[in-house]
């Protein structure tokens, strides 16, 4: 047939191709729906602040705080294309929209306010090199000269915190003070709500001039998302009528976040697809739902410490030499083995039932008090890790010499 390809290596995947999904983008987290449902009265709470900015009287500031996966970004991202719509010429406000998990120093969030707003290339500020002090009085020139309103949204405001204190808030919440003509409103959005404790009471109080609170989705709300979602990204008859609302109550459970609801629904989508199946089962969403937990308890495993490490190889060893259940003991004579030949500091047994208890907060392992006998609290520890991740400690590179260690006479195993 003319414009088709000879059969090749390739030619399996173009045929699976798209065959589920009929439009990958509208399944990913980047993208913004133009309909978000269950957040019409969050909208309209936002919209009535911020609509004073196209009769160019400054709005308060807001603060938006709600758990991750809630729509924040997503909200924010629709009302910022929907006032540049409203304001036709663009002649009475501005929206800027920074992340700062992305760019997360002062000197960055200024840099990238400042570069929004100046469009002759040879003015641009340079990356590095000037004092804050100076772009800011730069920043501050440049937007006073366009006689507008300035809404400027700081997502993920916490991890700018974090990192750099409240400068940044401080320069972008007194900046009104030096403006004449313009004026700027600060909206900050995050999913920890804490963080303002820590902030300067007049920072505080001026960044949460307005608070809006997105709380977690239902089940039922979940769902509809997904739907939405699900009637431009499938073809009819692609989801088994059970699908949707698997996904929506595996991510209601988790705190009702949509996020995840949208991953379980790609994720089930992509291993339907590479399995070369012609329809989404419930069987996808639970295979999708053990890939996503093991993705997070290897995320995990990374951060442990090598002791920890050698605690749960302990527990692994144990298992594998056919104790089911074990005592804090039993884990403590294999600890000590591994510890000798890595040549590692032995800990107390004492301290290493408190990082079993901390594996076991981590649902690695678990702990549960067995008997108040005569010898005290005992406690019966048990795996609870899928073989994958039994497989990456087992491999970890630390534990390297173990495999080649031969005990000296004096070290006896058990
Ligand atoms: N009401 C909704 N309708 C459709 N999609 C939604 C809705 N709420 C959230 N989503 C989608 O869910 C995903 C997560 O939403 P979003 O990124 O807005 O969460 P967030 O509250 O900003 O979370 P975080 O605090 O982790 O940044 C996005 O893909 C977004 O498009
Ligand atoms: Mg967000």
């Not at 032995?346 to 907060?361: F, K, Y």
Request: proline letters at 3%; a neutral charge.
């Amino acid at each position: 047939m003319y414009g088709m390809a000879e059969d090749n290596i390739f030619t399996q995947y173009i045929q699976k191709r798209n065959v589920i999904v009929k439009n990958k983008k509208i399944l990913q987290s980047s993208y913004i729906p133009s309909n978000l449902p269950h957040r019409d009265d969050k909208i309209n709470e936002i919209v009535e602040i911020v609509a004073p900015s196209l009769n160019k009287d400054k709005p308060s500031n807001i603060l938006i705080i709600g758990k991750t996966g809630t729509g924040k970004t997503a909200v924010m991202n629709y009302i910022g294309k929907e006032l540049k719509k409203a304001d036709e010429n663009q002649e009475n406000c501005a929206f800027i929209y920074i992340n700062c998990e992305v760019v997360d120093n002062p000197y960055g969030i200024l840099y990238n306010i400042s570069n929004q707003i100046i469009t002759d290339p040879n003015k641009k500020i340079p990356f590095t090199g000037w004092s804050l002090d100076k772009i800011f009085s730069e920043l501050t020139t440049y937007i006073d000269k366009e006689d507008k309103i300035f809404i400027i949204v700081l997502d993920e405001i916490d991890r700018s915190f974090q990192k750099n204190g409240d400068d940044i808030f401080y320069y972008l919440t007194t900046i009104n003070e030096i403006l004449e003509k313009s004026r700027v409103s600060i909206i900050g959005i995050t999913n920890n709500a804490k963080f303002t404790e820590f902030l300067s009471p007049k920072i505080k109080s001026r960044l949460g001039e307005e608070k809006v609170i997105f709380p977690p989705y239902t089940v039922n709300q979940l769902k509809d998302i997904l739907y939405e979602r699900a009637r431009e990204a499938f073809d009819d008859g692609i989801l088994d009528d059970d699908v949707i609302p698997y996904c929506a109550a595996l991510s209601a459970q988790e705190m009702g976040d949509a996020r995840r609801a949208l991953d379980l629904l790609r994720m089930s989508a992509d291993i339907a697809e590479r399995n070369g199946d012609k329809k989404i089962t419930a069987a996808h969403v639970k295979s999708a739902k053990n890939k996503i937990e093991l993705d997070a308890v290897s995320e995990v495993i990374k951060t442990l410490t090598v002791q920890s490490k050698t605690v749960l190889l302990s527990v692994i060893k144990n298992t594998e030499d056919g104790m089911t259940t074990m005592t804090t003991g039993d884990v403590y004579t294999t600890y000590k083995y591994i510890c000798e030949a890595i040549s590692q500091s032995i800990l107390t047994q004492r301290r290493v039932a408190g990082l079993i208890s901390e594996l076991d907060m981590l649902g690695i392992v678990h702990a549960r008090v067995k008997s108040f006998g005569r010898a005290g609290r005992t406690k019966e520890i048990e795996l609870n890790t899928p073989k994958e991740i039994v497989n990456m400690i087992k491999s970890d590179e630390v534990f390297t010499d173990l495999y080649s260690y031969k005990p000296s006479k004096q070290t006896t195993l058990m």
